[in-house]
C-alpha cells in the first residue's frame, strides 16, 4: 500500500483559432500536471467539425509518441491524466471521456469526485442509458448529454446538470466548435485560465500553462461557467456558495511553482514551516526533509528557528511509485532505494525531520528506522498538516478511516509507534494562517470532519 494520500487527477485544455500545434501543447500540459495521476492518460481534439481522440492506461510520455500526436491534429482539445477515485485502473475508465450527442460528438475530462454518482447512475440506466465505464466523469457526461436534448442548449444542460451533481469537480467540455470550463459551487477542485498567444488555456494548476509559456489570467470562479468560441470567452456565474479550495492542494498535490487562488504554494509551504516552529519552539542540530513536498516547508522551518537546513536523504528519481514488494524486509529495502539517508549529514545530530503527513504510519515508520541506522542521535518527526482522521470524498483516494492511522491513535502513541522521538503536527489553526492569503476558504474535511457538501454515499 501507498502510503500517502493518492494524487486526484489533471485536466488542460486549449482552444485555438488556427494553431496545428494543440496536441504537442496538450502533451506538455499534460506532461506538467503528471504528477496528479499516473494511471492514464488521454486528449482529444477537434479540427472544427469532429472529434478525435486517443487515451490509454500508463504515463504521458509512455501513452504518446510524436507519430500519435500528428495524427491528432485539431485546432481546439482537452487532456487528462488519471488517478482513480471512481472507478478502477482500466482502459474504459481513461479520459477524457467521448459520446455522441444531439450536439454531435462531446468529450469531457474531470478532476474530482462526486458523492451521489450511484443514485445518478441509476436514474439514468431507468431511462434507457448504457455506460462503458465505471466513473462518476461518464454520469456526468450523459447527463449533460440528456439535458442538451432537453433544453436545446449546451450551456443551459451544464446548469441543469450542476443541479443534479454533488461534489467537488473542475471540468472541461469539448464540442466540435466550442469549450466550456466549469468548476462546482464550493471551488473544491481548482481549475486556472490563461492565454497563450491567441488560444486560451484552461489547467487545474497554472504550472502546466506555464509549461506552454503561457500567461495567467485567472482562476476560474466556484459555480462559474466559461464558454469559449471563435467570438472569444463567455461568462456565466450560475451557482455561488462559501468556497472552500481543497488545503490539500497546497500540503501536498500541487506543484511548488504553482499559485492556486492566489496563493503560490512555495510560498504556503513555506508559512507552514514557519508556523511549526511558532507552534513548538523546537531546537536541534539540523532540519531535514522528506522531499519533495516536505523541503519548502522545511527550509521555512530553518528560517523561522535558525537551525541549519541540510538534505537528510538522496531521493532516486529511478525508481517508480509502483515499485512494490510483498515481503516485509524486501519492502524496507524497497524504501531504502527511494530514500536513502546521507549518513555523513545526520549521524550523531538531533534531527528534525518535516513531511506532509502521516496517512497509515507505515512507510514514516520505516524512514525513521532509516535514520536510526544512518546514526541519528535523535529524530524529531514534524507534520506540516493536522492529523489526516478522516476520509475525503471529493476526488482524493483516501483510505477508509479505519486505516488512517490518526482516526485510531492518540500522537503519543503514534509517535511511539513511528519510532521518534518526538512527533508533532500542525494545528488547524496553524494550516489556517498559513493559508490566509488565499483568496477562497479552505476544505478541512479529512482533518476535522466538517463535510463542505454533504456525503450521501461512498462511490
Avoid at 129 to 149: G, P, R, V
Avoid at 196 to 225: K, L, N, Q, T, W
Avoid at 282 to 299: C, E, F
Amino acid at each position: 500500500m501507498v502510503d500517502k494520500l493518492s494524487e486526484e487527477c489533471g485536466v488542460f485544455g486549449l482552444y485555438n483559432t488556427r494553431s496545428t500545434e494543440t496536441s504537442q501543447l496538450i502533451y506538455y500540459g499534460l506532461f506538467a500536471l503528471q504528477h496528479r495521476g499516473q494511471e492514464s492518460a488521454g486528449i482529444a481534439v477537434s479540427d472544427g467539425q469532429q472529434l478525435n481522440y486517443y487515451k490509454d492506461e500508463g504515463l504521458v510520455q509512455a501513452v504518446f509518441d510524436p507519430k500519435l500526436l500528428n495524427f491528432l491534429s485539431g485546432v481546439h482539445g482537452i487532456g487528462h491524466v488519471r488517478y482513480s477515485t471512481t472507478g478502477g485502473t482500466t482502459y474504459e475508465n481513461a479520459q477524457p471521456v467521448v459520446i455522441v450527442s444531439s450536439e454531435g460528438q462531446m468529450a469531457l475530462a474531470h478532476n474530482g469526485n462526486l458523492v451521489n454518482t450511484k443514485a445518478l447512475m441509476a436514474e439514468l440506466e431507468s431511462q434507457g442509458a448504457t455506460f462503458q465505464s465505471s466513473t462518476d466523469s461518464e454520469t456526468i457526461l450523459k447527463l449533460i448529454a440528456k439535458q442538451t436534448i432537453e433544453t436545446g442548449n449546451v450551456v443551459e444542460a451544464i446548469k441543469q446538470t450542476m443541479t443534479v451533481i454533488k461534489g467537488g469537480y473542475s471540468i472541461l467540455l469539448l464540442t466540435s466548435n466550442r469549450m466550456y470550463a466549469f468548476r462546482d459551487p464550493m471551488g473544491l477542485r481548482p481549475l486556472i485560465m490563461g492565454k497563450r498567444d491567441d488560444a486560451y488555456v484552461f489547467a487545474s494548476e497554472s504550472c502546466a500553462i506555464d509549461s506552454i509559456h503561457g500567461d495567467i489570467i485567472r482562476d476560474v470562479r466556484p459555480g462559474e461557467i466559461i464558454v469559449v468560441d471563435e467570438n472569444g470567452i463567455h461568462s456565466e456565474q450560475v451557482a455561488t456558495n462559501s468556497t472552500h479550495i481543497c488545503s490539500f492542494e497546497y500540503v501536498y498535490f500541487a506543484r511548488t511553482d504553482s499559485v492556486i487562488e492566489g496563493l503560490n504554494v512555495y510560498e504556503a509551504r513555506v508559512n507552514m514551516g514557519h508556523r511549526l516552529f511558532k507552534e513548538t519552539g523546537r531546537k536541534a542540530d539540523i532540519v531535514i526533509d522528506i522531499p519533495d513536498s516536505g523541503t519548502s516547508a522545511a527550509l521555512g522551518y530553518s528560517q523561522a528557528s535558525g537551525v541549519p537546513f541540510s538534505k537528510g536523504f538522496y531521493r532516486n528519481a529511478y525508481i517508480g511509485r509502483t515499485f512494490i514488494s510483498p515481503k516485509q524486509d524486501l519492502r524496507e529495502i524497497g524504501v531504502s532505494f527511494k530514500l536513502s539517508p546521507i549518513r555523513r549529514n545526520v549521524e550523531g545530530k538531533s534531527v528534525i525531520m518535516i513531511d506532509d503527513s502521516i496517512v497509515r504510519g507505515t512507510t514514516i515508520t520505516r524512514i525513521v528506522k532509516s535514520l536510526r541506522r544512518a546514526g541519528a542521535r535523535e529524530v524529531h518527526v514534524m507534520i506540516t498538516s493536522p492529523p489526516v482522521k478522516y476520509s475525503c470524498h471529493y476526488g482524493i483516494d483516501t483510505p477508509d478511516s479505519k486505516q488512517l492511522i490518526a482516526s485510531q491513535k492518540p500522537v503519543g502513541d503514534i509517535s511511539i509507534e513511528i519510532g521518534a522521538d518526538s512527533l508533532t503536527y500542525l494545528s488547524h489553526e496553524g494550516l489556517r494562517a498559513s493559508l490566509s492569503r488565499a483568496s477562497l476558504g479552505t476544505c478541512m474535511a479529512c482533518f476535522d470532519g466538517n463535510y463542505p457538501v454533504p456525503v450521501e454515499e461512498t462511490t
